[in-house]
């Protein structure tokens, strides 16, 4: 890839330039390492230079992220990647910045965190990595267990209803929601990169395999032999197709999802047409919830890519109208300025 930096100045940039020299401690065979390999092929396509690009992540297996890319990084702390993030792109707004999370970093202590930068809609992206378990922590629930769960914490199974992420994405205003599959790296790379060039904040989960703590919790997703019958592609403009054969469809009936099945090839009009930028994140949610407890198939692909301004540039607009107004501020008047009191 190509990137101009100035007038003068042309740089080459390729997958192989965005590889640190740090050696992937990721245990052999975890979906991680597709989700590495995607996002060091998408980087070079965004014309940025390294020194404008910052990952930033929490803790988790997936926090090890920032180690294994050739720009600036951040390992912070226990669910508090989205906090440093917005810090990052408030004080410098040039910067691309990515956050690197998992189920239990996003959804269980950075719980908060993760709604607000979403409703914000700070022109960030995040990656979520979701692998129904705490995998560093060695095998752990986690909020997107299914119920049921056997685990070290949960002996007799987990009582908790799980998280679905998507779903508590777009409940949290989220301008940008997609899934992707570890093990569907062509689908994965796409999003990404529909991720990379959304204007605010843009949420990506990706179903990634834990072989150790959680093996196969997605293999009837991503086996070829069972995946046509149990994964909806969402294109923007086309119907809600799916199986082998192309021969069901999904349509609205009430307010439910249900599957039809279709004859001869032809699609009847009461199959619903895909439609991302549906204001209203309700449709997406119900994309999102399919494939828990039905017969319908699990939904991967962009739910919803809507515009709506961003935090960061909100943020500097209103900073730029104050200062006209009042002038620049002075840092010590403000510290000796107003009401003060004596403690005794």
């Given at each position: 890839m190509t990137t101009q930096i100035s007038d003068k100045t042309t740089i080459h940039l390729t997958k192989e330039d965005f590889a640190s020299d740090q050696d992937t401690r990721w245990c052999p065979g975890c979906g991680d390492y597709s989700i590495l390999a995607q996002v060091k092929k998408v980087l070079p396509e965004l014309g940025i230079p390294r020194e404008k690009i910052v990952f930033v992540s929490g803790i988790g297996c997936s926090s090890r992220f920032p180690y294994y890319v050739n720009t600036y990084g951040v390992h912070s702390i226990h669910g508090r990647a989205p906090a440093l993030a917005t810090g990052i792109k408030l004080a410098n707004?040039?910067?691309?910045?990515?956050?690197?999370?998992?189920?239990?970093?996003?959804?269980?202590?950075?719980?908060?965190?993760?709604?607000?930068?979403?409703?914000r809609n700070i022109d960030v992206n995040i990656i979520l990595f979701n692998n129904q378990i705490y995998g560093l922590t060695k095998g752990q629930y986690s909020p997107t267990s299914p119920v049921g769960k056997i685990t070290k914490t949960s002996p007799y199974g987990s009582l908790d209803e799980p998280f679905n992420p998507i779903e508590v994405a777009l409940g949290a205003g989220a301008t940008f929601a997609a899934r992707a599959l570890d093990r569907d790296p062509k689908h994965l790379m796409a999003m990404l990169r529909r991720a990379a060039n959304h204007k605010g904040t843009s949420f990506v989960e990706v179903y990634q395999n834990c072989n150790i703590f959680n093996d196969g919790a997605f293999a009837h997703l991503t086996n070829p032999a069972t995946r046509p019958e149990n994964v909806l592609y969402l294109e923007d403009g086309k119907p809600l197709v799916y199986g082998k054969e192309k021969d069901k469809g999904i349509?609205?009936?009430?307010?439910?999802?249900?599957?039809?099945?279709?004859?001869?090839?032809?699609?009847?009009?009461?199959?619903?047409?895909?439609?991302?930028?549906?204001?209203?994140?309700?449709?997406a949610s119900l994309l999102a919830a399919m494939g828990k407890d039905s017969d319908l198939p699990t939904a991967v692909g962009v739910f919803r890519s809507v515009e709506r301004p961003t935090y960061d540039e909100e943020f500097h607009r209103q900073a730029d109208e104050v200062t006209q107004k009042k002038g620049k501020g002075d840092l010590k008047q403000l510290l000796i300025g107003g009401d003060t009191w004596k403690v005794d």
């Open positions: 707004p040039e910067l691309s910045v990515w956050i690197i999370t998992g189920d239990g970093d996003g959804f269980s202590i950075g719980g908060n965190h993760m709604i607000h930068i979403l409703r349509r609205l009936n009430g307010f439910t999802l249900e599957k039809t099945l279709l004859r001869n090839g032809e699609i009847p009009g009461d199959v619903l047409i895909h439609n991302e930028k549906e204001n209203s994140p309700a449709y």
